[in-house]
Structures are given as C-alpha cells and as structure tokens.
C-alpha cells in the first residue's frame, strides 16, 4: 500500500467517524479541536500537523484502546510509524510521545490529573501510570518533549460535542507544508 497524503485524508475522513473511545465525540472532531487550538496560538504548522493527526494509530488500527476491556493499542507508536513515511521527526515525535506526555503532567503538574476525562484517567492505567521522577527528568529532556506536551495539553481540551473548529481542508496546506520534499 502506498501511503501518501490522499491516503491520510481519506482515512480521516471515514474511519475518523468513529467514536473517539468513550468520549462524546468522533475521532475526526477531537483531532480538528485539538489542531484548531494548536493554530489559534499560531503554532508552528509541523506542531499543528502533529495535532491533527496524533491519534492517527487508532484509525489504522482498527481497534480502540479500551480501558474497560484491559486494552492498550499503543496508537502512539503506531501512528507515528505510518506517519514517518511522509513527515519528519518534527510532526512525528510529539505523536509518539504524547502518551508518555500525559504521564509526565501527570506526575509533574498537580492538577493536570484531576483536568482527565474519565476515560483518559482509565487508559492512563493501561499506559502506565504516573512516571517516578527521574524518568519524568529524562522524559522532558527528549527532543520534542516540550512540544508533546503542548499537545498534551490541547488533546484533553479537545473533546467537547458539537465544538466550532476548522474544517479538514483547512488543514490540507498546512499537512502539504510539512511533507518531506521528494
């Protein structure tokens, strides 16, 4: 299969439908919310791509992690596997490493737990837990940490029913921006 970004787009559209976990909105409408809030504070547009498409690796997955059922799908890294293909370490890395992100907030910022939906304190469970404090050092110390984080912080904001973002197609160029050049 020839992965390109006509490809990407198209699996947003369909299986982007679907029910994000068990959250009140479609895996499409959380990823626009939270690419949305990465451009209204004019973020750099590989951060904004990250934004868009960091849980890419449940729409190629087919499954959902599933906290109910014991289940970590370790999208993250899925994701970013499929999307390195097409992207640089720029778009890429915030995505692998904004499961890893969560449990940093959750261990360094005291209130950045109890901000977790019911659902995202379920998986954080599956994913882990709480990091112990020097692997929180060594996390933040990781290229694209910072960035993961930020996006950290958009995708819990980012699951609100019937929230106004951008469309998919406004994000077209900004993906196009960030494509490795042939």
């Not at 958009?154 to 494509?179: A, G, N, R, V, Y």
Request: charged share 20%; proline share 5%; hydrophobic share 40%.
């Amino acid at each position: 299969m020839e992965v390109n970004l006509e490809w990407v787009i198209e699996v947003l559209r369909t299986r982007g439908r679907s029910q994000y976990g068990g959250e009140a909105v479609t895996q499409l409408d959380h990823g626009l919310q939270c690419a949305t809030l990465a451009a209204a504070v004019h973020s750099p547009p590989e951060l904004i791509s990250a934004c868009l498409l960091h849980d890419f690796g449940h729409l190629v997955s087919g499954s959902q992690e599933d906290a109910s059922q014991l289940i970590n799908d370790f999208h993250e890294q899925r994701g970013a596997i499929w999307l390195s293909q097409l992207f640089s370490p720029r778009v890429t890395e915030p995505i692998r490493l904004h499961v890893a992100a969560k449990r940093y907030l959750c261990t360094r910022d005291p209130g950045y737990n109890s901000q977790l939906s019911p659902v995202s304190r379920a998986s954080l469970v599956l994913q882990g837990g709480f990091l112990d404090n020097a692997t929180a050092d060594d996390f933040i110390q990781q290229p694209y940490a910072i960035d993961a984080v930020q996006l950290r912080r958009w995708d819990e904001q980012s699951k609100i029913p019937m929230e106004t973002t951008l469309d998919l197609t406004d994000f077209i160029p900004i993906l196009q921006s960030c494509l490795f050049s042939p």
